[in-house]
């Protein structure tokens, strides 16, 4: 044997390093699986402290594993999707299934009325071949917190708690509970916008083409994403152009105060027609404040803002904030600037379609996550956020305008995820596990607590 081929004492000892690392790794990992079991909320209070950013993306992704197993499902799309689960594709055949598979790729009609491929192929497979259908919620929780995590743990890789003001710590706040846990429920359009988001991040930083093919994934997830994610396609291929783009969006403003029937009175004349509007298209709401007034007598004001649809003008403000004081186009690095071009195209698009309700919405969220990332990656990266200091005022009122906008907005959804987080995410999900009926919300038991039924 040469002598150059036989192990010398360093590489002995090296050797013994790395199988001591992975066998720490190995207990790690393990000791986050027993914690999501028995106290997954300790376990989410403890991701700071570690500096893997693979750890912790296990841990928010192990959470919402458990929080998919006791999700606590009322009226909606989430009771909805399990019941089918449960009475519809259990008992769904083979070559009923794949009949199915192909109306739905061949946008037919389909006998269940499901209209995308990651619900029909997940409810045949948990309902039908696997015949657990109590699994498919926790499948579907795990698939959205795994790129729910990535996206996250990109956009705020430079986030130092320690060096955070009001304003940048309430834009991170507005970040994460824009679309979190409430949005497990809808099954599909969440999931593919938390897909498109980290496709968009990870494609831009690294140009692979796992990435790029990513990004295409969306539309099967929900068929909506065939018409929303052309903005993120359309910056991928023709990359950032700050003044176009800014252009569109500051036109694309004046066409949300254009009446709603300028658009839905002539496609109503036809049958067909007038069953989409009914269906799709926003009854007289572009008087927003009126909305807002007549809402706000018989529910919470957060609720009737949300309602109005006042919550579109927070992202607005924001962008028209960083177009005047030059962030967007002069300060940002050109990653930065192709991230939020996304979110700056997805809502120019969002407010050309204002009157489709539905795609108006949709669209107009995935846009505020993606503006939110680019200016929190640029204002906490510490090569971009120098050029945050001395600005004019007005940027300083800006930001605050958008961030109150942005209150209510997040107030709804807080409370609406409170109605469907489980009381047991604190602590022994487990015993759900064994024991469903013993399930409840953290509304109901607060509600239990105070004497109110």
């Known amino acids: 044997m040469n002598r150059h081929d036989s192990p010398t004492p360093d590489d002995h000892s090296r050797s013994l390093i790395v199988e001591s690392m992975q066998s720490k790794v190995k207990e790690r990992y393990a000791t986050a699986c027993i914690f999501a079991a028995t106290l997954p909320l300790i376990l989410l209070a403890n991701l700071w402290r570690s500096r893997s950013e693979s750890y912790k993306r296990l841990v928010i992704t192990l959470f919402f594993a458990v929080y998919g197993s006791i999700i606590v499902l009322g009226p909606g799309d989430g009771f909805r999707h399990q019941m089918s689960v449960e009475y519809y594709y259990a008992y769904l055949t083979l070559p009923a299934f794949l009949d199915e598979l192909w109306q739905v790729l061949t946008f037919q009609m389909t006998p269940s009325g499901v209209k995308d491929v990651y619900k029909h192929v997940t409810g045949y497979l948990f309902g039908g071949v696997l015949d657990m259908p109590r699994l498919f919620f926790p499948f579907i929780a795990t698939v959205y917190g795994y790129f729910f995590a990535g996206s996250l743990l990109h956009i705020l890789r430079h986030f130092n708690l320690s060096r955070m003001n009001y304003v940048l710590l309430g834009f991170v706040i507005a970040l994460i509970f824009l679309r979190s846990f409430e949005g497990v429920f809808t099954v599909r359009t969440w999931t593919g916008m938390w897909i498109l988001v980290y496709a968009c991040l990870k494609f831009h930083e690294q140009r692979k083409l796992r990435y790029l093919l990513l990004m295409l994934v969306p539309p099967f997830i929900h068929h909506a994403y065939f018409l929303m994610a052309i903005p993120a396609w359309i910056v991928a291929a023709f990359g950032a152009r ?212």
């Not at 990266?381 to 007005?394: A, E």
Request: charged fraction near 10%; include cysteine; proline fraction near 5%.
């Open 242 to 453: 700050p003044l176009l783009y800014a252009g569109l969006f500051c036109a694309s403003i004046f066409t949300t105060f254009l009446p709603d029937d300028l658009i839905t009175d002539p496609l109503a004349q036809t049958e067909r027609g007038a069953t989409q509007v009914s269906a799709y298209y926003r009854e007289e709401q572009h008087d927003q404040m009126a909305s807002f007034e007549s809402n706000i007598q018989g529910t919470n004001f957060y609720n009737a803002f949300r309602g109005a649809g006042l919550q579109r003008w927070a992202p607005t403000f924001l962008i028209l904030t960083l177009l005047a004081s030059g962030i967007y186009i002069r300060y940002m690095s050109h990653y930065q600037k192709l991230i939020f071009s996304t979110g700056l195209l997805m809502l120019t698009f969002s407010n050309f379609v204002w009157f489709i309700s539905a795609l108006h919405n949709r669209s107009m969220t995935v846009a505020t996550v993606l503006i939110l990332a680019g200016f929190l990656m640029a204002r906490l990266d510490p090569n971009t956020g120098k050029h945050f200091r001395g600005l004019p005022p007005y940027y300083q009122f800006g930001l605050h305008l958008s961030l109150l906008l942005f209150v209510p907005w997040i107030m709804f959804q807080v409370s609406y995820a409170m109605d469907r987080l489980s009381l047991f995410l604190i602590a022994f999900p487990f015993i759900v596990w064994f024991d469903p009926e013993l399930n409840m919300s953290l509304k109901q038991a607060i509600n239990a607590l105070l004497g109110r039924g």
